[in-house]
């Protein structure tokens, strides 16, 4: 299929946040937009992600994205025609310390604020949300829960997203690398492809652990850097629970599948910045050695495979979005920090009423732009390191 001489708007990335990004512009009436995808939808983190959606947030701006998105997740099979695998069994979040204690009571407390059904937890109460934990074995001291949380299916959900904006007359070209953007006097106005140049109006940088390389080519610093996170599966095991399990200080997290399989992963301490997409040994002691801790009956479970994403991480562990304040034309999508799935809707709802109308009634955009990290920041605490 040969590319068009040029598109109101072209998607650099085919991940969800691309898909969605051109669905939300098609079902309004913008169909003349170009996903341009170097490999095949859903390859780089989406299609690697551990699947989870939870508005439990240390920032206002994180959890304002979540909040939103779990209503928009709550009707998207309905809306795109296609089951994207939502299952809200609520998200179960251990602390450890004094400290963690007092952080996730002001997390709550802004949380509550902003109408999320969430709840601190004393360790004496974990048991009666996921019975199969030992909470004294993993140091637990206290915890929250939202009922609401919970998981969906991120290759349906990118796919459903596609279809949807296909039908609706986006176009996608997947295997097309982008190898150039021209922005002549501040402005885009072409894409450089391996296949071909699009002249755009809008150029949209979603390409996730690319994103810089992209920005790069448009003149643009951001400051992304990709950390490779590894992900295993185990046997398939009866019901024994539905929350994810979460430690931002042992930086774990795992639940069980709808077929029953757990799912988790377990962040490096000693991590750094690079492409290393090999499954390691070290991820794997690490992973069993904690998840036992948590739940000593795991300890004879099989693990059936082991795979590495990668999260596009920024220095505040928040996305950069928004019309670049030094180039007219070029949007920012990226920087997600692990959490981009989770916050797709809203932010591509966002994004396209900035757009088609000049702003974005549910965002602050300007808070999230790259135009940040030159003060101080206001770093995102609840993540998995």
């Given at each position: 299929m040969q590319?068009?001489?040029k598109a109101e708007v072209v998607i650099i990335g085919g991940g969800v946040n691309g898909a969605g990004l051109a669905y939300s512009l098609a079902n309004r009436g913008l169909s003349d937009v170009v996903i341009l995808e170097k490999n095949y939808l859903t390859c780089g983190a989406t299609g690697r992600c551990g699947a989870g959606i939870r508005q439990q947030w240390s920032t206002e701006a994180n959890t304002r994205m979540a909040i939103e998105s779990v209503k928009m997740f709550e009707g998207l099979s309905e809306e795109l025609g296609h089951d994207i695998g939502l299952r809200q069994g609520g998200y179960l979040i251990i602390g450890h310390s004094d400290a963690d204690a007092a952080q996730f009571k002001k997390n709550v407390a802004m949380?509550?604020?902003?109408?999320?059904g969430v709840s601190y937890l004393d360790p004496s109460e974990i048991n009666g949300i996921v019975p199969i934990l030992d909470a004294e074995g993993m140091g637990a001291t206290c915890a929250t829960w939202c009922p609401t949380d919970g998981h969906a299916d991120p290759?349906?959900?990118t796919f459903a997203y596609a279809k949807a904006a296909?039908?609706?007359?986006?176009r996608i070209y997947r295997r097309t690398t982008v190898t150039g953007i021209d922005a002549p006097d501040g402005a885009v106005s072409k894409v450089r492809t391996d296949r071909g140049d699009i002249k755009a109006r809008w150029v949209v940088n979603a390409a996730g652990c690319n994103s810089a390389e992209?920005?790069?080519?448009a003149g643009i610093d951001i400051p992304i850097k990709p950390y490779p996170k590894e992900i295993f599966a185990t046997e398939r095991l009866k019901p024994l629970f539905k929350p994810m399990v979460i430690s931002f200080?042992?930086?774990?997290y795992f639940s069980q599948q709808e077929h029953g399989q757990v799912v988790g992963g377990i962040s490096d301490p000693e991590a750094k910045p690079?492409?290393?997409a090999m499954p390691s040994l070290r991820f794997l002691k690490r992973m069993a050695s904690t998840l036992t801790r948590y739940v000593p009956d795991f300890r004879h479970l099989k693990v059936l495979r082991q795979w590495t994403g990668f999260y596009d991480v920024t220095p505040d562990a928040q996305p950069i979005l928004g019309e670049d304040e030094d180039v007219s034309g070029f949007m920012q999508c990226n920087g997600f920090s692990g959490h981009g799935f989770m916050i797709s809707p809203s932010v591509t709802k966002a994004l396209s009423?900035?757009?088609l109308d000049g702003r974005a009634s549910t965002l602050d955009m300007k808070a999230l732009s790259k135009k940040r990290f030159v003060g101080e920041l206001d770093r995102e605490a609840s993540v998995v390191g």
């Open positions: 590319l068009p001489e949380q509550k604020s902003l109408g999320l290759f349906h959900t296909e039908r609706l007359g986006a992209i920005a790069a080519m200080h042992d930086g774990i690079q492409w290393r009423e900035y757009i």
